[in-house]
């Protein structure tokens, strides 16, 4: 299971990257940005229900940019939703639990930082 420190920690290793809370409102999510400042990953903190699961406890989430192709095949996957609060064509929301593959998750946010450059 990849953990929010364990997300943050692989972008700055490999993208230099720093987690950047812009909304006021929401505290605890976190922006990744390029160095040409777009985003490449959003890590909320996010109601199941708002998500359209079973419960009302918030659980974390990492918004990705994928593929169109790529996230309709995942869609079909447990854990991986349409985007919460992003385009839900080209951005894909993975819940962080015990079921995510942390390599495919890595994999996801490397293929979302290259699509947004």
């Known amino acids: 299971m990849a953990t929010r420190q364990d997300i943050f920690d692989y972008i700055a290793n490999n993208y230099a990257a720093t987690p950047v809370y812009t909304f006021k409102s929401f505290p605890h999510y976190a922006v990744l940005k390029t160095p040409q400042n777009k985003w490449f990953a959003l890590v909320m903190n996010v109601s199941q229900e708002k998500l359209g699961l079973s419960g009302t406890d918030e659980i974390d989430v990492i918004d990705l940019k994928v593929d169109p192709d790529l996230a309709g095949i995942l869609r079909q996957k447990p854990?991986?939703?349409?985007?919460?609060?992003?385009?839900?064509?080209?951005?894909?929301?993975?819940?962080?639990?015990?079921?995510?593959?942390?390599?495919?998750?890595?994999?996801?946010?490397?293929?979302?930082?290259?699509l947004v450059g």
């Open 79 to 114: 854990g991986y939703l349409p985007a919460y609060h992003m385009n839900k064509e080209h951005w894909l929301t993975v819940v962080l639990n015990d079921q995510t593959d942390t390599k495919t998750l890595y994999q996801l946010i490397d293929d979302s930082y290259n």
